[in-house]
């Protein structure tokens, strides 16, 4: 195996190492190609760029494979809880019974937030998307903890960390509970992370709610899927902003922001819109797959298709069993999953799908679960960045902790005007 590429353009050829990752994945260090040759690479979304090296994610496109720190996402989705999960990412191993307890403890002290930051959330317009707000309140921390804005003072990054798990889905919380005009739920810290969640959102003052195990086990389940990534484009959107040094409050809420897209996270809510749509229309799937196809159309399968995974999304296995599975246990019949399953067997079996290699992604079945669960459709995006915050959380810090890491400021192809005169306006045409 070559440990060296060669580039040559013209008269002029460069030597370029070839790194290896611990999986074997190899990569060409083009560093040296613009002051050697003055040529630049040219990207479209960055699709064969590795930004940085990571320590963090594995996956494996081709056969399926996703591992967090090296344990596979079927075993942590078996046997581990999301707190527990977001320490093996954030620290890179799994903690021991003290480790976790310590843990579970510090984020249980500082789920509050400020009574100040609480009024925030009325200054929003009562439709307000809880993306936008979940943004906004997540950098808005910044400015009541400036204490722990420095990305290089290890102690303020260990307290910001442990302040922006604990916050979040108070904050969600909280944002939803404003949009429909009920009171606000204190956090219970007696409950465990996913159900202290479950209790903001849907309980009142005037009633005790039963959270059952099983819906607990579901959300546990789907944030540990979303968990991480690599280097996905809301996670390389905080690498980005984090490169700069800025804080981890500003950088979460560009992650936040970013996944809001509806190529993105966004596809969760744009799925259950699509199934909502051919409901309507009849539940005739056959002639959305054919819009689907028709690039004129501006349509696409949504929950189908990942820039990584070409073969399957094991989330989206996971997941498709786990929904017959819980909508049993709460004996709920959604209409919406038949027409799901059949959308994916008739896109499966089309020679459009599977010659572009196009599968259901995560986000084809989450938004049924997340229904079965009673989280409204416009949360379904701010329930993926609950649980997409350890991954960003992770490879902000290890950006931060690496020695090598430079600013992101990628180069263009400037396909502008050439110099031309300043005309005044008295002269224009
Ligand atoms: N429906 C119909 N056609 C599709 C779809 C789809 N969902 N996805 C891709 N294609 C087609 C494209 O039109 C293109 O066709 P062509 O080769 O004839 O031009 C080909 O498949 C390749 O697609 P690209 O857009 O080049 O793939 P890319 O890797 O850039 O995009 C993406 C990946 C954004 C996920 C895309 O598949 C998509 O838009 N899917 C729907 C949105 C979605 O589900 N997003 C969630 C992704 S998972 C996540 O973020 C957690």
Redesign the pocket.
Known sequence: MSDVAKISFGDKEIECPVVVGSEGEQGIVISKLRAETNLITVDN?FANTASSSSAITFLNGEKGILRYRGIAIEELTQQSSFIEVAYLLVYGELPTKTQLDKWESDIKQHTLIKEKMVKFFDAFPQDAHPMGVLSSASSALSTFYQELLDPKDEEAVDLAIIKMIAKLPTIAACAYKTSIDQPRVYPRNDLSYCANFFNMMFSVPSETLEIPDVVVEALNLLLILHADHEQ?CSTSTVRLIGSTQANLFASISGGISALWG????G?NQAVMDMLTSIQADGGDVSKFVLK?KD?SSGV????????VYKNFDPRATILKGVCDKLLAQLGITNPLLNIARELEAAALSDEYFVK?K?YP???FYSGIIYSALNIPVNMFTVMFALGRLPGWISHWKELNETPTTRIGRPRQIYTGHNSRPYVPIDQRG
Request: no cysteine; glycine share 18%; proline share 5%.
């Open positions: 979304g996905n509806p190529l993105h996270g596809a689907a690039k696409r399968l949504m929950g189908f298709g990942h820039r572009r196009l992604n995560v986000d």
